[in-house]
Structure formats: structure tokens, C-alpha cells
């Protein structure tokens, strides 16, 4: 069990930066995100689109704007869960007991939910037949490419993850490659390779085409694939992998008692607190009279929800406002030496 | 300002007046239509204010920017008429316009 003064669930800016914060005023925390890197829908989503109204940073890119956040917290050793989502929150006492997936557990009176819009999760495929097979021969991600060897794999998807395999996999494998459109948006030098691939016979393209049944006993054994012009075909394959890129789900989030209107959570503006104490919801998951969806917003949401953290924290001490400016303690805590 | 219908995927129509300058995705959100999420907000960074446009309307709208029809892969059952109601700006010129909506956005 690890024990904190608060713990941030989402390593999107605005838990980076409420970390920060935290840090700042004296309190440790732990931050855990289901994604396997730093940085949220900044870096998920848009990690090369230029941002413009970050307060005197005139212009820069998701990427950018988090190896900023990363390098202010640099004098302080955070320790970040990445790859782990929270599935449990349960009160114990004054203090929080979570769980993530993975089995880590926390125990802590502050939890800071920096969620965005919640967790992002692989999209899947339609077909409720594919459920059956999922973990086994249906799989979103590739864990170890050997079990591939030799076998027929079937691929569906137009971005990188879909390019990139395809090639990869095409070493060993039989390759069909489908997608719902003859354009691709994987990396462009990826993408010829595709289609020399494909012209000398190491993979099988098939463009404007998506799938339609999957058919097997205990065993995948062939899917038919449907063209816009809604023409069937039939190939045999042993795996499906779906790069159909990445979904948010709000997930286990609603179910730990909060008060959840429309994905978001209602906050009030002192503490940015949720209706359990404790609990407090800041960035793009926060709602309140006037809130605005912005990154700054989300800055300052996760600077007062930390002074409030100070209270549970720390109840037999009080809470001094300071400058890092001025304040000797706080240079201090940034290993600022003069 | 024009008069958009969203259509629900169990048949619901909805018609509400809409004002010029804010998207399809706009309207049905601040109206509280259900069947468009709009996770990102209008920033066409994901897929959850996917709409059907039958042909007769898609081919009136102003063409797909680089990079909608990108993150339309990524939406629930994506067909040719598939568009981002986010990405649809609203005037005079889409009065009557009908929308279709998908089963589920995610």
C-alpha cells in the first residue's frame, strides 16, 4: 500500500501541473494514467497541432507543451504509474483506498480525478462476434509478434499502428491488409512500402472494404469483408488485429458515488471539490457555472484544488500563501541555490 | 439561421432552429439532442459527433478539410456520407438539412 498526500489519476497538463503545485506547497503525490506515456489528449491526440492561447507561450505543440510540464517538475521525483487505469476508489476511514488494474494499491485523503474525458480505451470492432474471440484471435494491440509466425493475419485500420504492422508482420506472416478507404494516414514512406508489398504479393490490400462476419467454432476461422458496392469477400485468416485508433471512456469513474452529469463532474470553484470530501475533479472532466474547456483553466482548477489538499493533508498545520519569487522554503523544495 | 433536423438512429426526429456561425455539432448539443457526444469539444480530434448526410445534402456541403475524413476511421460504422457535425457550419444556404444519427458514437 503507498501512502501519499494526494494522488492524481490523468498525466494530462492539468494533472502535471497540479502536481506541480502540490509539490510547491510541500505535499508529495503519485500520478497514474491509463496511457503508457506522459502527457494525455495533448499528446494522444494532437501532439504535432500548434496550441495559441497557452499564457505567454505564443504558440507551440501538444509534444511540446508536455516535455514543458515535464521538465517544471523535474526538481521534484514524481513517480508516475503509467499504463494503469484506477478501478476502485473506496473510503477507509479519512482516507482514500485505491486500486488500479494492475493491483497497485494507494491509500491517501486527497485524490485529484485529472481525467479529460476519462480513459482511453482501443475503439473495437462492431460485430458482436468478435467478443468471442477477443484476447485470443481478435486483438488490438500486439503484445508478442511471434505467435503471428507463419500464420495468416488479417489487419483492419488506415493509421500507423495498421502501416506499420502490416510491413512488420508481412516478414513471416501472410498479410491481408483492409481498410474502409484508398487513403492512408500512416507515415507516407510506410505507405508505398505498403503498396510495393503489395505488388509483389507480401500482403494483400483491400481498400474500401470492411468487415462483415467473422466465422469459426473455437477457433477463428475465416472473416468475409464487405466494399462500399457491398461486395462479399471471403478470406480465411487465423488473426484479426483492429488499429481503429484510441476512444475516451469516462469507465470506472462513474462508479465511485460521484455526482456525474453529462461525462463531467460537478465541482464547486473554491476547492474544486466533487460531492464526496476529498475528492476533487479538475481539468475538462470538471464542471461548473462558466467553465471553459481550456488548458489554463485546467492550470488554475489544479492550483486551488492543491491548496485544498493542504487541509487533509496536513490538518494540525496551516497553510501559508507564498511567491516562489520570494519564499526560501520553496526554492528550496526546487533546489534552487543562491 | 436554418431549420436542421437530426434523426435519431431509432427514428426520433428532432427540428430545431439553428443559428448561422455555429456548427451542426453546436446545435444539437445546446439543445440537448442525444446521440452526439462531442468529447473534444469541436476540435476534430475525435469521433463522437459523427453524422450520416444522405446524398442529396452531402454533396451541397463544403468539402471535408484534410484531416476529418482521418479521424472519421476512427468513428462508429463510418460510410461515404459520413461527416463531423462539428465540421459543418451552419447559414442560410443548409436550411431543411437532415442528419442522420449513428447507433452510438463510441
Keep these: ?107 491517501t485523503p486527497n485524490v485529484i480525478i485529472a481525467g479529460g474525458v476519462g480513459s482511453f480505451e482501443p475503439r473495437k470492432f462492431n460485430l458482436k462476434e468478435c467478443q468471442k474471440y477477443e484476447n485470443n484471435s481478435v486483438l488490438y494491440s500486439v503484445k508478442d509478434k511471434t505467435v503471428f509466425k507463419g500464420k ?80 462479399i469477400k471471403k478470406l480465411d485468416t487465423d488473426y484479426i488485429l483492429g488499429f481503429f485508433g484510441l476512444i475516451m471512456q469516462l469507465g470506472p469513474i462513474a462508479d465511485w458515488g460521484l455526482n456525474i452529469d453529462k461525462k463531467t463532474i460537478p465541482v464547486d470553484t473554491e476547492k474544486f471539490e466533487t460531492n464526496q470530501k476529498g ?41 501559508r500563501f507564498e511567491f516562489t519569487t520570494s519564499s526560501k522554503t520553496i526554492k528550496n523544495r526546487l533546489g534552487i541555490k543562491e | 439561421m436554418a431549420k436542421i433536423t437530426y434523426i435519431e438512429h431509432n427514428g426520433k426526429n428532432h427540428t430545431i432552429d439553428v443559428t448561422n456561425g455555429l456548427s451542426v455539432m453546436e446545435g444539437a448539443v445546446q439543445n440537448n439532442i442525444p446521440g452526439i457526444d462531442a468529447d473534444c469539444g469541436g476540435s476534430m480530434a475525435c469521433a463522437t459527433c459523427h453524422v450520416y448526410v444522405k446524398e ?29 457535425s462539428c465540421q459543418i457550419l451552419v447559414s442560410d444556404e443548409l436550411d431543411g438539412l437532415i442528419v442522420n444519427l449513428p447507433e452510438k458514437q463510441v
Design chain 1, 1 to 107: 500500500m503507498i501512502k501519499t498526500d494526494a494522488l492524481i489519476i490523468g498525466a494530462g497538463p492539468t494533472g502535471l501541473f497540479t502536481a506541480h503545485q502540490l509539490k510547491l506547497i510541500g505535499l508529495n503525490c503519485e500520478i497514474v494514467d491509463n496511457l503508457d506515456k506522459i502527457g494525455g489528449q495533448c499528446i494522444e491526440l494532437y501532439p504535432d497541432k500548434p496550441i495559441y492561447d497557452i499564457p505567454a507561450i505564443p504558440e507551440c505543440t501538444g509534444e511540446e507543451l508536455t516535455n514543458n510540464l515535464i521538465e517544471q517538475l523535474k526538481p521534484f521525483n514524481i513517480k508516475f504509474h503509467l499504463s494503469e487505469r484506477v478501478d476502485e476508489l473506496k473510503k477507509n476511514n479519512s482516507n482514500w483506498e485505491i486500486k488500479t488494474n494492475k493491483g497497485t494499491k494507494f491509500s
Design chain 1, 152 to 231: 495468416t493475419v488479417s489487419i483492419f485500420g488506415g493509421g500507423d499502428s495498421a502501416v506499420d504492422w502490416a510491413i512488420e508482420l508481412s516478414k513471416d506472416s501472410k498479410v491481408n491488409l483492409i481498410h474502409r478507404r484508398d487513403e492512408f494516414r500512416g507515415a507516407q514512406l510506410n505507405v508505398n512500402k505498403v503498396h510495393d508489398l503489395n505488388k509483389s504479393g507480401k500482403i494483400k490490400l483491400f481498400t474500401k472494404y470492411q468487415l462483415k462476419t467473422v466465422n469459426g467454432k473455437d477457433n477463428l476461422e475465416n472473416i468475409e469483408i464487405e466494399s462500399d458496392d457491398k461486395e
Design chain 2, 56 to 84: 442529396e445534402w452531402f454533396n451541397k456541403l463544403p468539402k471535408k478539410e484534410d484531416g476529418e475524413e482521418d479521424m472519421l476511421d476512427m468513428a462508429f460504422e463510418p460510410k461515404k456520407i459520413s461527416r463531423l
Design chain 1, 279 to 319: 475528492i476533487y475533479a479538475v481539468g475538462d472532466i470538471c464542471n461548473y457555472p462558466g467553465k471553459l474547456k481550456l488548458i489554463l483553466s485546467g492550470f488554475h482548477e489544479g492550483a486551488l484544488a492543491a491548496r485544498a489538499c493542504f487541509k487533509l493533508a496536513r490538518p494540525d498545520e496551516k497553510y
